[in-house]
């Protein structure tokens, strides 16, 4: 299976994405190839979800030295450095873009002395290698979360965590597609994930593409899903896990935890162990973006929803207390609390 959000040109001279703002009426491709492109298209969510900003930003920060034209080693890293901060700066949350940048910008200080085109031909290899990698991982957690469902669940999600927002399978979708090509049959409740409804937009397009049964609901209606025993599990994604387990992502999972645990329904947390960042010791560390309060009042709507004076607060990202959490589930394996133990073992094997 190979991906299509996030397409590294043969000649290496541009990225191609789907413009993920545009769907599900549009499949628009973009050609990306400069840095301010790149930082657009990840700001603006045109592509979106922790691997996959990850491994478009890694490409970009490659695509980018390929068009530098400078073969002085020491020039060319500094320019590298640059623009890999540059990129950095585009969305905050998400430790996997530093974590694929770092990889890429690292992959050319490895070629140090061996010429500048040494260094282009390691950083291509690296940001082939990060998709490759997610790919693999993504196919990993999925079969870890086949082994906690059974035929006929239903199955919350939030946000979107499938292969828009990774490469293929994706991690919070992963386990339903999985199964899906495995014979299993689920009903997915999908929240539209206000404000720029990646739910609705494209949870429902893509389990609906696969042949899954969806049902469309406002975020307001996830407690009496819950409540009427349509839900058997959460399934979500993550943009960053601290050291203890608390976990950061889409501004609403924590509502969503909150509200399973009222109802004793087990809520699964799906990642890469590349999103679990041992600099952040708990959630307080995770610095969460906030965003343009025109998403909330005008985005979306003919005419604005709210008067115009009104103060508005838009985080794009919440932390969900690793108390709230049933297990995280990474392609190592499926961990449980005391996540400041088992995240470090999961790490280790
Ligand atoms: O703002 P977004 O759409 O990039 O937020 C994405 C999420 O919150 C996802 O759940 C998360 O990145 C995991 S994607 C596998």
Redesign the pocket.
């Known amino acids: 299976m190979k991906p299509e959000n996030v397409v590294l040109s043969e000649d290496g001279k541009s990225v191609v994405i789907i413009d993920?703002t545009r769907l599900p009426l549009h499949t628009e491709y973009l050609a990306l190839s400069q840095p301010e492109e790149f930082y657009d298209a990840i700001h603006e969510?045109k592509v979106?979800?922790?691997?996959?900003?990850g491994i478009c930003a890694g490409m970009g920060l490659y695509v980018a030295a390929e068009h530098f034209g400078e073969h002085n080693e020491e020039k060319f890293l500094s320019e590298l450095h640059n623009v890999s901060a540059f990129l950095n700066s585009s969305?905050p949350?998400?430790v996997?873009l530093k974590h694929a940048l770092d990889r890429v910008e690292n992959a050319a200080h490895s070629m140090r002395g061996k010429g500048t085109d040494a260094m282009l031909g390691e950083m291509r290899r690296e940001c082939i290698a990060v998709q490759e990698e997610d790919i693999a991982m993504?196919k990993a957690i999925s079969e870890y979360g086949l082994t906690l469902v059974k035929n006929g669940y239903g199955i919350l999600t939030?946000?979107?965590?499938?292969p828009l927002?990774?490469s293929c399978y994706?991690?919070?979708?992963g386990t339903l597609l999985l199964g899906k090509e495995r014979g299993y049959t689920f009903r997915a409740y999908v929240d539209e994930?206000r404000p720029?409804l990646?739910g609705a937009r494209?949870t429902a397009y893509e389990l609906d593409k696969a042949g899954i049964d969806v049902t469309l609901i406002c975020d307001n209606m996830a407690s009496i899903v819950m409540k009427q025993g349509k839900v058997n599990a959460c399934f979500?994604?993550?943009?960053r896990v601290a050291a203890n387990g608390d976990t950061?992502?889409?501004?609403g999972?924590s509502g969503v935890a909150v509200l399973a645990k009222h109802y004793g329904i087990p809520f699964y947390v799906?990642?890469?162990s590349t999103?679990i960042d041992f600099n952040c010791r708990t959630g307080e560390d995770i610095q969460i973006?906030e965003r343009d309060p025109g998403e909330i009042k005008t985005k979306f709507f003919r005419e604005p929803v709210a008067p115009e004076n009104v103060k508005c607060f838009n985080p794009?990202?919440d932390v969900t207390d690793s108390s709230l959490i049933t297990a995280i589930i990474t392609e190592k394996g499926i961990c449980t609390a005391p996540y400041t133990q088992s995240l470090r073992i999961c790490m280790k094997e």
């Open positions: 993920q969510l979106r979800g922790a691997p996959a900003i969305r949350t998400a996997n993504c939030h946000c979107n965590a499938g927002a990774t994706g991690t919070g979708l994930t720029l990646q494209l979500v994604g993550c943009d950061a992502n889409k501004i999972t799906f990642c890469p999103t973006e794009a990202f």
